[in-house]
């Protein structure tokens, strides 16, 4: 989407909120405020026009009282979670969509971390939360080992160029768990060491993309024959086997 910057907010301990705008429209978005003060700061004077929330938990939320009385923004989240969305203006799902300005947005009900979980798919852009991270998942809260495979399939049926902004910063711990499952995968060691770096720095690890998602995220590779044998599930199905990596990543 020509039109659409954006950008990363550090928040609490690991949490990404990030703003997405078109200042000539005079639209300006944050993601998953889990609290207001870095997101004012990230503002540098703009005017804050909306709050998106891909989930009511806390730490996706927790700003959006303080933003929307600063700065009159407009609330947005799962219709289907209303009544845990604090101040909430707008519910949204996926049979309506979402209109941003002049920009089409399409929800998707990705349930499992929570029930009312959502993702947002802008042009070339997808919101997460925490439902699916660069290289993982979350974890099943309030949803079946089912609901996250059908969840995370709607994700990973996005074109594999699609930017992923996820809501934490796991990525090198998931890269761990991901290399003890499928070590022989190149595409998976290669990112490891890239990881490595960019947290050596204290760089972000986002955004990833569907493609690199589906390439390296065992979440998403429950076909892989190098991952089932190292579970010593090669004729499982693969909500058995998704339940198994999910399970094990719980305990590691
Ligand atoms: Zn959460
Ligand atoms: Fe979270």
């Given at each position: 989407m020509p039109g659409l910057k954006i950008e990363i907010i550090a928040c609490l301990k690991d949490n990404y909120a990030y703003l997405v705008g078109d200042p000539a429209a005079g639209l300006c978005a944050v993601v998953?405020?889990?609290?207001?003060?870095?997101?004012?700061?990230?503002l540098e004077g703009r005017?804050?026009?909306h709050i998106l929330n891909t989930h009511h938990h806390w730490d996706h939320s927790g700003g959006n009282r303080e933003l929307k009385e600063k700065f009159g923004a407009e609330v947005v989240g799962p219709e289907k979670d209303r009544s845990r969305i604090p101040a909430?203006?707008?519910?949204?799902?996926?049979?309506?969509?979402?209109?941003?300005?002049?920009?089409?947005v399409r929800i998707l009900e990705v349930p499992a971390h929570t029930k009312g979980a959502i993702a947002f798919v802008f042009e070339g852009a997808v919101f997460t939360g925490d439902t699916l991270f660069a290289?993982?998942?979350?974890?099943?809260?309030?949803?079946?080992?089912?609901?996250?495979?059908?969840?995370?399939?709607?994700l990973a049926a996005l074109p594999d160029e699609t930017r992923v902004y996820c809501g934490h910063e796991y990525?090198?711990?998931?890269?761990?768990?991901?290399m003890t499952l499928e070590p022989g995968n190149a595409d998976l060691a290669k990112r490891f060491r890239e990881i490595e770096a960019l947290r050596a720095k204290?760089?972000?690890?986002?955004?990833?993309?569907i493609g690199l998602e589906k390439r390296t995220n065992p979440f998403l590779r429950t076909a892989s024959a190098e991952i089932?044998?190292?579970?010593?599930?090669?004729?499982?199905?693969?909500?058995?086997?998704?339940?198994?990596i999910r399970r094990r990543k719980d305990n590691f």
């Open positions: 998953d405020p889990s609290e207001a003060a870095p997101v004012e700061a990230a005017r804050l026009t909430i203006d707008v519910g949204v799902d996926e049979a309506g969509g979402w209109r941003f300005g002049e920009y089409a290289l993982g998942c979350g974890r099943l809260f309030e949803g079946t080992p089912e609901m996250m495979v059908q969840s995370l399939a709607k990525t090198l711990a998931n890269a761990r768990f991901a204290g760089a972000p690890t986002v955004p990833s993309s089932r044998a190292a579970l010593g599930m090669e004729t499982a199905g693969e909500v058995e086997v998704f339940a198994e």
